[in-house]
């Protein structure tokens, strides 16, 4: 389905009302695995274009992406915490 994406998006990218439905129809067809794919190449090519659009359908993705840079975060400050408190 990905290909799918790559194929339309391009030739409906100059009409945001059609671009957008084409995009939500993408994202809501394709595996769970293809979205990280989906989700650079969109930005990579219409993020000058439509960044609302891809800010929107992307929105849950996007979260998902930043609760897991925190938790990396927090990890690693941990791990921190953890070495000072063992050399002390």
């Given at each position: 389905?990905?290909?799918?994406?790559?194929?339309?998006?391009?030739k409906?990218?100059?009409?945001?009302?059609?671009?957008?439905?084409?995009?939500?129809?993408?994202?809501?067809?394709?595996?769970?695995?293809?979205?990280?794919?989906?989700?650079?190449?969109?930005?990579?090519?219409?993020?000058?274009?439509?960044?609302?659009?891809?800010?929107?359908?992307?929105?849950?993705?996007?979260?998902?992406?930043?609760?897991?840079?925190?938790?990396?975060?927090?990890?690693?400050?941990?791990?921190?915490?953890?070495?000072?408190?063992n050399?002390?």
């Amino acid at each position: 389905m990905i290909e799918y994406a790559k194929f339309i998006l391009p030739k409906v990218c100059m009409w945001e009302t059609l671009f957008q439905k084409e995009l939500k129809k993408s994202y809501n067809w394709i595996e769970e695995t293809e979205i990280p794919e989906l989700y650079k190449w969109c930005y990579a090519n219409f993020h000058h274009l439509h960044p609302v659009i891809l800010a929107e359908v992307f929105k849950d993705y996007s979260q998902k992406l930043e609760v897991q840079a925190l938790i990396i975060t927090k990890r690693k400050s941990a791990k921190r915490h953890n070495m000072f408190a063992n050399s002390a």
